[in-house]
């Protein structure tokens, strides 16, 4: 069976993602393309003889990195632009357009935060590349995200500060900033995590859920690590469309079970914390994935206090369980 280049070059990049996956890449090769196991094997030995991938001392393949470039920056009269040309233009200048664009929103996005909110001193900036995805890593020495942000809104828990990042238009510097950035890298890189202060949040773009955990790491500061495949198909302009109406951004998809640490919310206190910033949307998607219950004191102050108050906001419920979608009739 002869493919042409396109299609070799395709089950070379499937392939690739297995590996990084550390999925059962030969038989989903065999059932993705409809290829025998030898012609699958055939192609694994091609990345290798490539210097692609390498067979590791376990007798199992990974992707094999190119030396990652590390640059540091003392805080003083930085500015993002310069940053991105300096670490980052000449490393994706070979990738395609569209990727090109989300790494310049994305790189600027990170690197103003840390250069305008964090109060740090020094910046730590980690480039790596392969032949399926480039990695940035953007470390600071300031405050750390959450701690900001929970000191200007008044938290007391740094989980509450961890959960109202992601809903977006959540700033601490309203006069010059909108909060949208972090929301936008976050839904535009195929894998987004941020760490602080014994915090990590992590988002992908493949199917993967949210996570939210505690790390060991106590270390000063905040690090973003931001991961985008190199043949990506993703328009920076779908991302925008995806939670915009009208030409702005008013609408957030929140995960539910974060809210509560046992992933079942129960009280009002935790849907005060669910609620806080929903005001500034048009549109708040409310994703019950994993929950297979909550109070009725938490769903009464979601969907009766807090809906009532605010009657301009719409809200939708995605994949209710039968319970909650009762306590949530109860309420209404």
């Known amino acids: ?153 008044g938290m007391t828990d740094a989980d509450d500060a961890v959960f109202a990042l992601f809903k977006g238009k959540l700033t601490t510097d309203p006069q010059r900033h909108s909060g949208e950035g972090i929301f936008f890298v976050s839904k535009a890189m195929d894998y987004f995590r941020i760490s602080s202060q014994g915090k990590s949040f992590f988002v992908s773009r493949h199917g993967d859920d949210p996570q939210c955990m505690e790390v060991s790491d106590e270390a000063r500061g905040t690090i973003v690590a931001i991961i985008l495949f190199n043949a990506t198909v993703l328009d920076l302009k779908d991302v925008f469309d995806a939670y915009t109406t009208e030409c702005s951004f008013d609408k957030t998809v929140v995960p539910v079970r974060f809210v509560s640490t046992s992933g079942q919310p129960i009280s009002r206190s935790e849907a005060r914390r669910l609620c806080f910033g929903l005001d500034k949307f048009k549109v708040a998607v409310l994703d019950f994935k994993g929950v297979r219950t909550i109070g009725q004191g938490f769903a009464h102050e979601l969907f009766s206090v807090f809906a009532k108050k605010h009657e301009e906001l719409k809200i939708e419920c995605l994949n209710m369980s039968p319970d909650v979608e009762r306590a949530i009739k109860h309420v209404l």
């Not at 030969?26 to 059932?31: D, G």
């Not at 376990?58 to 500015?79: C, F, Q, T, V």
Request: glycine fraction near 4%; aromatic fraction near 12%.
């Open 1 to 153: 069976m002869s493919f042409d280049c396109t299609k070799r070059e395709a089950i070379k990049r499937y392939i690739l993602e297995k590996i990084y996956q550390k999925d059962d890449f030969i038989s989903k090769t065999v059932q993705a393309f409809g290829v025998s196991r030898t012609t699958a094997y055939k192609y694994v030995n091609s990345l290798a003889n490539e210097g692609l991938i390498r067979l590791d001392s376990d007798g199992k393949y990974s992707i094999r990195n190119a030396e990652p470039k590390e640059y540091e920056y003392e805080n003083k009269g930085l500015s993002e632009a310069r940053i991105y040309k300096d670490v980052l233009f000449d490393a994706v200048a070979d990738l395609p357009e569209n990727a090109q664009d989300i790494w310049k929103y994305a790189f600027t996005e990170i690197a103003n935060n840390a250069i305008e909110h964090s109060k740090a001193e020094h910046l730590r900036i980690t480039v790596s590349k392969n032949a399926l995805f480039t990695e940035v890593l953007v470390c600071d020495d300031g405050i750390g995200i959450f701690k900001g942000i929970s000191d200007y809104y």
